[in-house]
């Protein structure tokens, strides 16, 4: 297998390999960390149970100095700073589940700190020289001073190499000078280092600006607009922010100057995951309200616990939160392997915020007439949750990028062979590459064997669907070609089919896992949530193959195309 493809368990299943070595055994934490974060989140319980008041910072829009004092007293802004320069020094995996906990207690919370150390400090982290960490990573770790990540402008959202902030060099070449605005920077009012994101090459007509990464602290120039009101995480600071002929020393540059988009991307594939981890601790705390209500409530004397309806929706709710647990934790080893997690994290944001979507709603439909007053928690719950199908990449710009980025290698891969088909002497290294990869699957489906055999149902399913998803792949390329870049319909099917196999991998990693340790009767809750997960996935897999070959694409494009000419929905009964 070439090598290249063994470092993203997603990017290799793409072409059709399923590399179980990335995901079998399902990572375990080792036992004195295990104990470590136990004792953690022990303190972090506490702390939330007597200090934070979710309805007053709802209310306020703002979360009290003392609470921030307090999370700061208890680590919570450094959590994978190293030891040496004042943090805790949590693995990924470690760093997740403590976000989990803040995220299940309280979003703003959840956001005022993932803000900080999930993508405004972490470019630090993953590009900082040794001289960057010393001078800022001591006060981050703290709390005393406080970061944010400014990337988005009103030009570029989705779009973020569209970006127009830029940066000149001076003229003694010991500083840039940095002018521009981003806008809906969370911990904008009152962030002091910010990881800004500026053009550092003219703006050329249809070329991609040079864009670079800076660490810019507050002070001169640097200016915030008043807090933006907001549906949700109403007690984060979300602001402008404005520079004005800043100054910033040239040691400042994280990485290399004109490598910031990379920049930019490392650390949202690392947010994209804290998020997730957020959104599965959001999700067991609404999943415990379910089941508290529906037990406790009573219609045509019974408790609405009883009724299938019910019971149908808390299995749902169950069997993909497992799934997404499984998913998140699983690509946080592959972040602490070093392996290429960059769709596996997009995945897992997709897959959290909607699976968070999906359970907030039912379970405000549980709660009924309750769920709909500003007197329980439910509305605010849901309010706090919708933004995470928009913020650290839209959903819809996720799918694309997931589809993308995952049919990227077998793309290089096809047109390598016809290159390879030309020239045959000088292309024979990449057409016995190819051809190892076309003999393996002429041999048959590859397989997940080290899926435990009470799985082996789960396991045909993944594997029968991986090999679809790969045929489908070298189809569209075969058939489109580049074109493929605007065919967004297909894009959604392939990206819709990624994300669902990868679920059932984590399932079947995890459960495996789970049996061989405790048996068949221990692992009983995770075999019934493993197949539960693998119908509702299999049911979406069928319908997304079977919507290639017959499809009403162009005909909803028409009707999309003219809706925009009529400019309204277009009839009137009257
Ligand atoms: S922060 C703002 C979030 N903004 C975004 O996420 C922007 C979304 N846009 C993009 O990601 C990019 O622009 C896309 C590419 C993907 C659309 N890893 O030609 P390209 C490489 C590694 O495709 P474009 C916020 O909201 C690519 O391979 N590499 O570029 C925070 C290529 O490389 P090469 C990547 O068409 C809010 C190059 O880049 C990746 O311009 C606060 C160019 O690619 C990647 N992922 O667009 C959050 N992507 O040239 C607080 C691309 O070598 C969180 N590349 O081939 C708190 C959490 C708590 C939650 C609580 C819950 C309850």
């Known amino acids: 297998m070439p090598a290249t493809l063994e470092q993203s368990f997603m990017k290799a299943l793409f072409h059709g390999v399923i590399a179980e070595d990335m995901i079998f055994p399902f990572p375990e934490t080792p036992k004195e960390e295990r104990e470590n974060v136990g004792v ?7 702390f939330f149970n007597t200090n934070v008041d979710s309805k007053k910072i709802d209310q306020e829009h703002r979360i009290d ?4 004092t307090g999370l700061k007293e208890l680590g919570l802004f450094g959590l994978q700073i190293p030891q040496e320069h004042g943090g805790v020094g949590l693995s990924t995996h470690s760093y997740l589940r403590v976000m989990q906990e803040v995220a299940g207690r309280d979003t703003s919370v959840a956001v005022t700190l993932g803000a900080h150390q999930s993508i405004g400090l972490k470019a630090l982290l993953l590009f900082g020289t040794a001289d960057q960490k ?12 406080v970061a ?17 902030t830029h940066a000149e060099l001076s003229p003694d070449g010991q500083s840039f000078i940095l002018n521009g605005s981003k806008i809906w920077i969370t911990n904008g009012g009152f962030a002091d280092i910010f990881t800004v994101f500026a053009r550092t090459s003219p703006a050329e007509e249809g070329k991609k600006p040079k864009i670079t990464a800076f660490f810019v602290e507050r002070g001169k120039g640097v200016t915030s607009g008043p807090s933006e009101h907001k549906l949700g995480i109403r007690g984060t600071s979300t602001t402008e922010i404005f520079f004005e002929d800043v100054v910033v020393p040239r040691e400042n540059v994280i990485g290399e100057v004109g490598k910031g988009f990379k920049v930019a991307m490392e650390v949202l594939n690392n947010g994209r995951l804290g998020l997730a981890a957020g959104c599965v601790g959001l999700s067991q705390t609404l999943v415990k309200m379910a089941i508290e209500r529906v037990q406790e409530r009573r219609a045509f004397g019974r408790s609405i616990g009883d009724y299938g309806m019910i019971k149908d929706k808390i299995a749902g709710m169950l069997a993909s939160l497992y799934a997404l647990e499984s998913m998140t934790y699983l690509t946080a080893s592959m972040v602490d392997t070093k392996a290429d997690y960059s769709i596996e994290s997009a995945i897992c944001k997709v897959m959290g915020s909607e699976t968070l979507w999906s ?3 039912e379970t405000l439909q ?52 016809a290159r390879a088909m030309r020239e045959p002497i000088k292309g024979f290294g990449l057409l016995s590459d190819f051809a190892v990869r076309k003999a393996r699957s002429m041999l048959g489906r590859e397989r997940a064997t080290r899926a435990h055999p009470l799985l082996s149902r789960e396991a045909v399913i993944f594997e029968e669907y991986a090999g679809e998803l790969a045929s489908q792949t070298e189809a569209l390329l075969r058939k489109h070609g580049r074109d493929i870049a605007e065919m967004q319909f297909a894009q959604r099917r392939i990206a819709d ?3 669902d196999l990868f679920g059932i991998a984590a399932c079947l990693a995890r459960t495996s896992r789970a049996i061989e340790k405790r048996g068949e009767e221990g692992a009983r809750r995770e075999i019934d949530l493993t197949t539960v997960f693998t119908a509702m996935a299999h049911k979406r897999l069928r319908q997304n193959a079977s919507d290639y070959q017959k499809n009403d694409d162009e005909l909803r494009k028409a009707v999309a195309v003219r809706a925009y000419q009529d400019g309204a929905y277009p009839f009137d009964l009257l």
């Not at 010393?134 to 001073?145: C, D, I, M, N, S």
């Not at 944010?148 to 127009?164: N, R, V, Y």
């Open 148 to 164: 944010a990540f400014a990337l988005t402008e009103p030009g570029a959202g989705s779009d973020a190499a569209g970006i127009k």
């Open 366 to 417: 549980i709660a009924a007439g309750i769920g709909y007053m500003q007197d329980y928690p439910y509305e605010r719950m849901l309010r706090d949750a919708r933004i995470n199908l928009i913020f650290e990449g839209t959903n819809e710009i996720l799918r694309a990028f997931i589809a993308l980025s995952g049919m990227a290698g077998p793309g290089k891969a096809l047109v390598e062979v």
């Open 134 to 145: 010393k001078r800022y990573l001591p006060a981050l770790a703290t709390g005393e001073k």
């Open 40 to 46: 953690m989140l022990d303190t972090v319980r506490r």
């Open 359 to 361: 359970i907030v709603n």
């Open 497 to 499: 089919e990624a994300i």
């Open 65 to 68: 100095e003392s609470v921030l």
